[in-house]
């Protein structure tokens, strides 16, 4: 016999006006949830007599319309094809107006929609198909009287030509019928042809071979006697006849709907495992959800493993795994006593699996691997992977499956399923279903895994945008906060920063780009950079947003923004604020514990251009909060913002413990009122001050001989405040600045500063607009030792342009008190 008839495909050989060899012209039809027919082959036109342009958008039911009865028993019927006057399975007509949820084939007599025939006897194989696309059954079907010989060979044509039923998923040639779905349904796309037959495929059943190259799926066995069979039920009822015995009691009929049954209930248990699984894009969740779908109806043990990408939640894991892969026990299900698995198989452990194990079987082939029965030597076999403990107790004797879980022809993991010794073992069948539960599985947890990954890479990048700021600046403390988007993804626009600024000033910013996601986020990052930038140029608020605006102009159209930029000078106990197009800032005053929207001029966003910006002076005294953040806080769809910003300024006046307790207090106010679906940035800053008596400078001349004078004030006003630790190193670098300023400086005084804060800073003023620059410097070089010795004595150094020059500053450690 040869490989398709093993196999239950459908090719053979005829004589005279019957089949060719090796084909059989098949009709291929596709309905859609209309009732429509949406494709109508080249065969199909053939058979029936209609052609295409005919037949597309006609409802099914008129095309292939059942009429009268069948042959009669005693002519040639092939085995395994339904008559529906035997009552022997559903009739066409159930499954073209979609009372059929499951696959289902026949044998029946159609009206023709030529002039040539009346009637025309076909066999039939219907497929519902679910999904995203339009379509909803696909209809195979034969001209059955073609296949009628008269000739004494003909019984065995039609038992060879006949689609055949046997239970099995590994039929040669699946891959190539997925590679040529364009020619087998031409009119259609890949997609879609590849899509509809690969639901098929996943039933797991036989294929029909309608040609020497192209196969197509056919429905399995429900009992179908063949005519053979009930040739040898006659002959056993006659012989029991003339021996005067009882009939022989063969209720064929009552085998074939148990059967029928039992295909129909696993294909209930699929779509139901299905609505089970998948409910949540949490990879976490979803791990259980599908370990627990098949205990205990499907199995009684269920241990998912999965690859430590999937686990990590990286990207797609490449390439075959091999010995060296390492798998995660993820999840564990089982019917036993609790406990009884948990010290032998704990979930949480990762291991690799030997070559000569069926996991590694599964895993690198991809296919399903049944033991019937896990023997003592299997048994012992499998024990050698787990160190120190005995697992054979719980293993030999049982029924297994391990079926891949795969996405995309790759295997993310697979599942162990365990049956009790006394269950009935695992067969072809089980085989076939858990294929297929482990098909859905593997789309589902890939699908957690996809989101899983692209959430913390959104993390990661905004993480990245987002600058990680000093919970201490000069004279004030900073908190802040960001919510990503809880409906429109993990990345958006918002931003806040803080730059330090010479004359120990600080600049706080908050912005917001319009819109959400990638671009938001790119546009975002542009343009704290360019404010960044400018910052430290140490341009007047109102110029900064001036130049941000010239700038998003320039980068396009869609660069539109709001921005909120202070700069706040702790010396003078004052705040320079300008505002293009964002909520107004929070100032809780510390005397009363008042707070207020600050007053400021709206301005436009930026991007507008063509609108004048203001900067307004506020006076702040020590212990004053100012609290900026987005609209995204305060804004809630279907309520005015009014209400939101008057809850910001109760919540910002609540007292705290600490600058985190405030941030949280606020974000509790506003972020359980519930609709909100923008991102959130919040900066908090409380404005400490500097008290005069921390702050000593000085106007230095341009003669050489004013750089003793600037080591001496300085020397001295360390020894005032206790610090002497820092007199040498400080009054080093102090001689190394000052006599830069003297030498390249011009006609304004040079300006020595000194500020005793969380550290000591320095800073040297002059109306030079050069900054100096590290050297490489030789043994013998005269000049470019200087910044080269602060470079290596400071905690930290650095020059900034001014609107008349230049400042350069040092920083050096407090000593412990």
């Known amino acids: 016999m040869d490989r398709g008839t093993e196999r239950g495909t459908a090719h053979g050989r005829a004589g005279g006006n019957g089949v060719a060899a090796g084909r059989i012209p098949l009709a291929v039809v596709?309905?859609?949830?209309?009732?429509?027919?949406?494709?109508?082959?080249?065969?199909?036109?053939?058979?029936?007599?209609?052609?295409?342009?005919?037949?597309?958008g006609r409802p099914a039911a008129d095309l292939l319309p059942v009429s009268g009865a069948l042959p009669d028993d005693d002519e040639v019927a092939p085995y395994g094809a339904y008559s529906p006057h035997d009552g022997l399975g559903p009739d066409l007509e159930s499954s073209l107006d979609g009372r059929l949820s499951y696959p289902?084939?026949?044998?029946?007599?159609?009206?023709?929609?030529?002039?040539?025939?009346?009637?025309?006897?076909?066999?039939?194989?219907?497929?519902?198909?679910?999904?995203?696309?339009?379509?909803?059954?696909?209809?195979?079907?034969?001209?059955?009287?073609?296949?009628?010989?008269?000739?004494?060979?003909?019984?065995?044509?039609?038992?060879?030509i006949a689609p055949g039923f046997a239970l099995h998923t590994d039929f040669p040639g699946a891959e190539e019928l997925a590679r040529r779905l364009p020619e087998i349904l031409p009119s259609m796309s890949?997609?879609?042809?590849?899509?509809?037959?690969?639901?098929?495929?996943?039933?797991?059943?036989?294929?029909?071979?309608?040609s020497q190259n192209d196969r197509v799926p056919v429905t399995p066995d429900w009992g179908v006697p063949r005519r053979a069979e009930r040739r040898a039920r006659q002959e056993r009822a006659a012989a029991a006849v003339a021996a005067g015995a009882p009939l022989p009691q063969d209720q064929p009929d009552e085998v074939e709907d148990l059967e029928y049954a039992a295909v129909r209930e696993r294909l209930e248990f699929l779509n139901e495992v299905s609505g089970r699984i998948g409910t949540s894009l949490d990879l976490s969740r979803t791990i259980v959800e599908v370990s627990r779908a098949v205990v205990p109806r499907f199995t009684d043990v269920a241990g998912t493993y999965l690859r430590e990408q999937v686990v990590a939640g990286e990207g797609f894991p490449e390439g075959v795994p091999d010995t060296t892969t390492m798998w995660h026990r993820?999840?564990?299900?089982?019917?036993?006593?609790?406990?009884?698995?948990?010290?032998?198989?704990?979930?949480?452990?990762?291991?690799?699996?030997?070559?000569?194990?069926?996991?590694?079987?599964?895993?690198?082939?991809?296919?399903?691997?049944?033991?019937?029965?896990?023997?003592?030597q299997m048994g012992h076999m499998i024990a050698a992977q787990f160190e120190k403990r005995d697992i054979r107790p719980l293993i030999t004797g049982r029924s297994m499956l391990v079926v891949p879980l795969k996405a995309r022809n790759v295997v993310l993991g697979f599942m162990i399923l365990l049956r009790h010794p006394e269950r009935v073992e695992f067969n072809d069948m089980d085989r076939v279903t858990g294929a297929e539960l482990a098909a859905r599985a593997g789309l589902v947890l890939d699908n957690a895994r996809m989101y899983t990954y692209q959430e913390s890479v959104a993390e990661t990048?905004?993480?990245?945008?987002?600058?990680?700021?000093?919970?201490?600046?000069?004279?004030?403390?900073?908190?802040?906060?960001?919510?990503?988007?809880?409906?429109l993804g993990r990345v958006g626009g918002d931003w806040f920063d803080s730059v330090k600024l010479p004359g120990s000033r600080t600049a706080l910013v908050v912005g917001d780009v319009m819109g959400h996601g990638l671009n938001s986020a790119a546009m975002m990052g542009q343009l704290r950079t360019a404010v960044q930038t400018m910052a430290a140029l140490d341009l007047p608020p109102a110029q900064l947003l001036r130049n941000l605006d010239d700038l998003a102009q320039r980068l396009g159209e869609h660069y539109l923004a709001t921005c909120l930029y202070a700069v706040y000078d702790p010396i003078r106990s004052e705040l320079q604020i300008a505002n293009a197009g964002h909520i107004p800032p929070v100032l809780v005053r510390a005397e009363d514990g008042r707070s207020d929207l600050l007053d400021l001029p709206t301005?436009?966003?930026?991007?507008?251009?063509?609108?004048?910006?203001?900067?307004?002076?506020?006076?702040?005294?020590?212990?004053?909060?100012?609290?900026?953040?987005?609209?995204?806080?305060?804004?809630?769809?279907?309520?005015?913002?009014?209400?939101?910003?008057?809850?910001l300024c109760e919540s910002a006046a609540h007292p705290a413990a600490s600058m985190d307790d405030a941030c949280d207090t606020i974000i509790r106010a506003l972020n359980t009122r519930g609709g909100r679906k923008d991102d959130?940035?919040?900066?908090?800053?409380?404005?400490?001050?500097?008290?005069?008596?921390?702050?000593?400078?000085?106007?230095?001349?341009?003669?050489?001989?004013?750089?003793?004078?600037?080591?001496?004030?300085?020397?001295?006003?360390?020894?005032?405040?206790?610090?002497?630790?820092?007199?040498?190193?400080?009054?080093?670098?102090?001689?190394?600045?000052?006599?830069?300023?003297?030498?390249?400086?011009?006609?304004?005084?040079?300006?020595?500063?000194?500020?005793?804060?969380?550290?000591?800073?320095?800073?040297v003023?002059?109306?030079?607009?050069?900054?100096?620059?590290?050297?490489?410097?030789?043994?013998?070089?005269?000049f470019g030792r200087g910044m080269r010795v602060v470079s290596t004595l400071a905690q930290e150094w650095g020059t900034s342009r001014t609107s008349s020059g230049k400042t350069v500053w040092f920083e050096l450690t407090l000593p412990l008190r």
């Open 461 to 487: 990048l905004q993480d990245s945008m987002l600058p990680h700021i000093a919970p201490r600046m000069a004279g004030c403390d900073i908190a802040t906060r960001y919510l990503p988007g809880t409906l």
């Open 30 to 56: 596709v309905v859609d949830r209309e009732g429509l027919v949406s494709h109508w082959s080249r065969g199909a036109r053939r058979l029936f007599g209609a052609a295409k342009d005919e037949a597309v």
């Open 104 to 160: 289902a084939a026949g044998r029946a007599r159609l009206s023709a929609s030529d002039g040539d025939r009346d009637r025309i006897d076909v066999l039939w194989w219907a497929y519902p198909l679910v999904g995203p696309g339009p379509e909803r059954l696909l209809v195979l079907a034969a001209d059955a009287a073609g296949l009628s010989q008269e000739d004494t060979g003909a019984g065995l044509v039609m038992e060879r």
């Open 765 to 782: 003023d002059d109306d030079d607009h050069t900054l100096p620059t590290l050297l490489s410097t030789r043994q013998l070089d005269e």
């Open 190 to 210: 890949v997609g879609e042809s590849a899509r509809i037959v690969a639901q098929v495929l996943e039933l797991g059943y036989p294929v029909l071979e309608f």
């Open 330 to 376: 993820v999840a564990l299900e089982h019917t036993d006593e609790p406990g009884r698995w948990d010290d032998v198989v704990p979930v949480g452990e990762a291991m690799p699996f030997p070559a000569h194990t069926p996991f590694f079987q599964c895993m690198t082939t991809g296919d399903p691997v049944l033991v019937p029965r896990i023997s003592e």
């Open 680 to 763: 959130v940035a919040l900066l908090m800053a409380r404005l400490n001050g500097i008290e005069p008596e921390d702050v000593a400078q000085w106007r230095i001349g341009h003669d050489r001989s004013e750089v003793g004078r600037a080591r001496a004030v300085v020397r001295e006003q360390l020894h005032v405040w206790g610090l002497n630790s820092l007199v040498d190193p400080t009054e080093l670098m102090v001689s190394e600045l000052v006599t830069n300023a003297v030498r390249h400086s011009h006609s304004r005084p040079i300006e020595l500063r000194l500020v005793r804060g969380e550290t000591l800073l320095c800073e």
């Open 603 to 647: 301005g436009a966003p930026i991007g507008v251009g063509g609108v004048p910006f203001e900067s307004v002076g506020v006076r702040v005294a020590p212990g004053d909060r100012l609290v900026m953040c987005t609209d995204g806080l305060v804004e809630v769809r279907g309520e005015d913002i009014g209400v939101g910003l008057a809850t």
